[in-house]
Structures are given as C-alpha cells and as structure tokens.
C-alpha cells in the first residue's frame, strides 16, 4: 500500500463522522460517534482539523489522526487516532504516527501528548516505539447512589466559581502536568453548562448538575488546606446537594487523587489509561 495523508479540514463534518467510526470499529471498548459528539469533542478539546490529519491508503481514506494543539506551550495532544479494520496490521499505524511526529517538528512543537487505554497494547507498543513515556496511570470513578439530602447544612449553595479563575487556581494550585482535558487552560476555556464551586478552599467542576447524569471534571484544595479531608467533604456535599443524580468521574483522573473519591462513596471503573508523552 501507498500511504499519503491530507488535513482532515479537506473534509466535512459529515464525511468525518463516519470515518471516524470505521477507524475504531472492533476497539477495545465500544466507540460510536455522532454529529453533536463530533461537535462537541472539537469544541471542548480544542482540536483543529487543518492540522489534523486523514489517513489515505492508495488514495483512499481509510484512517484519521485528531490533532489539538496549543501553541502557548508548544505541545499537541493526539485527541484519537484510528484506522480502517481493512488497511490494520499493514504498517498504517507506524506510517502515520511517524507523519504526526514530524508535522509537531515543523510546527515547533516540543511535546506530543496522549492517553491510551492500559490493556490496549497494540498501540502502547506503538506509541512506546516512537519513544512515548509513561506520565502516570488515570482513573474513572462512578457513584449511582448519590446520597441523601444534605440536611446538616440544609439547601445552602455553594459559592459559584468563574470557569476563567477555576482555570487559573488549577494551573497554579493542581498537579503538574495533568491530562489535558483536566488542565487549566482546558477548563478556563470551557463554558457552561459546566459549572465550577466553592466551599472555603476546596473547589469542584461539574457538569450541568440539572441533568440525570453529572461528570466530575475536576477536583482541587489549595496546598495549604490540603490532608484535612477537604476534597472528599466537598464531594459529599456536591452530591447530596444534588441526590438522586448518576455520577461519573471519566478514566483521565490522575490516579494518585482516586482515595478521594473512594472515600467519599465513589467505586473505581474498570477501564484504566495511561497518560504519555514524547518529548521532541
């Protein structure tokens, strides 16, 4: 096979979609995007198609790379890759991947970042061939029974955050070097229906809390404060503010911080990733 690639910008959203969903037919967990998803991951992970990258084998587009890149720190996050079950085991993989790592070279990038889900070892061999380390393991977290009205402080709100200031306490206050989506300057550029909240110097970031199920995107103390049991109290109440709600913490929490939520009534999903880099 003759491999070429071209920016995925040459293509409409409707023709995306559905190469997308060949790439990653047979993944290791189901995968099917829709329009709005496809929308919305474009959005909320800042990912820009023209240098995003569509997979020709033969001249025909069998494959597609997801490019984010952001320029203020000169570091891409591969946002998903897949390839067409016809052109695996072909070499495709290996082909583009060394395309991607070359186009971050001309664009100045430093870093290339990613996750990939732990028992899929066929792209950790990949990505570790090209010199990818491991950052750390991420978790995800889920919690159905939401606990019960929050009658000690009865419906008392919490403090409303500002996404833009929320941004700036994770950048100076979280871990260093968090999974992309978690980081700073992610969550400063999200808009609602996230919602970010206060109590003291415990901060937590939600999704739209009105809905049957609620994400958990980000959890923070200020140093200070910190192995007072702030984080999990937060928990406690954000959920019994809102009882009778589906709780989901996705698997790109750094696993370091899981005690938190377990003790706070969350279980531990299945599904772990691991967060990677490749420095350029």
């Not at 991420?138 to 159905?144: E, H, I, N, P």
């Amino acid at each position: 096979m003759e491999f070429g690639t071209v920016p995925a910008s040459n293509y409409s959203l409707s023709e995306l979609v559905p190469l997308l969903n060949r790439g990653f037919e047979g993944y290791v967990i189901p995968i099917h995007f829709t329009m709005d998803m496809f929308a919305n991951m474009l959005r909320k992970d800042g990912i820009d198609l023209a240098e995003s990258r569509v997979l020709l084998a033969d001249d025909q587009a069998c494959g597609v790379a997801l490019i984010a890149p952001r320029r203020s720190i000169q570091t891409s996050r591969v946002a998903a890759m897949g390839i067409a079950r016809e052109t695996r085991g072909k070499g495709a993989g290996s082909w583009l991947m060394k395309r991607l790592i070359e186009d971050a070279r001309k664009r100045g990038d430093r870093e290339i970042v990613l996750e990939v889900i732990e028992h899929n070892k066929p792209a950790m061999r990949l990505y570790q061939n090209y010199g990818f380390e491991s950052v750390r393991r991420l978790v995800g977290f889920t919690r159905s029974d939401s606990g019960k009205p929050d009658k000690e402080n009865g419906e008392k709100p919490l403090h409303n955050v500002d996404l833009q200031e929320m941004g700036r306490l994770i950048s100076r206050h979280g871990l260093p070097d968090l999974p992309w989506q978690l980081s700073g300057e992610s969550i400063s550029q999200a808009n609602p229906p996230l919602h970010a909240f206060r109590e003291g110097p415990a901060y937590v970031v939600i999704s739209n809390p009105e809905a049957e199920h609620v994400v958990i995107w980000s959890l923070l103390v200020e140093p200070e404060a910190r192995v007072h049991g702030l984080g999990t109290k937060l928990l406690q109440r954000v959920t019994a503010l809102h009882a009778g709600k589906a709780w989901h913490v996705p698997a790109i929490l750094p696993e370091e911080l899981g005690p938190v939520f377990e003790r706070a009534g969350f279980e531990k999903e299945n599904l772990t990733q691991w967060q990677m880099k490749l420095s350029l």
